[in-house]
C-alpha cells in the first residue's frame, strides 16, 4: 500500500473529514516519526511495532565482481520490530 492509498483508504472510511486533512494528519505522522528516528529516539506503535535506529560499524568489504577490498563506512539505518499483536494478526492466530 502506498501513501496515496492509505490516504484514500481512510477518506473513504471517514466521509466526515475532508481529504486535505487527512493528507495533513498522514504527513505529520510520518516527519514525527521520521524526525525522531533522526534524532536516534525509538518510535513505539503499541500493537503495531516499534521503530529504531541501529549503528552498523565501518567494515571492509568486497566487490563481488572484481573481487577488490572496499571500505564500508559506518552508517545508521532504520530498523522496524513488529509487535506481538501483529505478528499474531499476520500468522492467523485472531
Not at 528516528?37 to 529504531?52: I, N, P
Request: no cysteine; aromatic share 6%.
Amino acid at each position: 500500500m502506498t501513501k496515496s492509498e492509505l490516504i484514500q483508504q481512510l477518506a473513504e472510511e471517514n466521509p466526515h473529514l475532508y481529504q486535505r486533512d487527512i493528507e495533513r494528519i498522514v504527513s505529520t505522522i510520518f516527519n514525527e516519526i521520521g524526525a525522531a528516528l533522526a534524532e536516534g529516539k525509538r518510535v513505539e506503535l503499541r500493537g503495531f511495532g516499534a521503530f529504531s535506529v541501529k549503528e552498523r560499524e565501518s567494515r571492509v568489504g568486497r566487490n563481488p565482481r572484481t573481487g577488490a577490498t572496499v571500505s564500508v563506512d559506518a552508517k545508521r539505518i532504520p530498523f522496524f520490530k513488529t509487535g506481538k499483536q501483529l505478528r499474531e494478526r499476520l500468522n492467523g492466530a485472531d
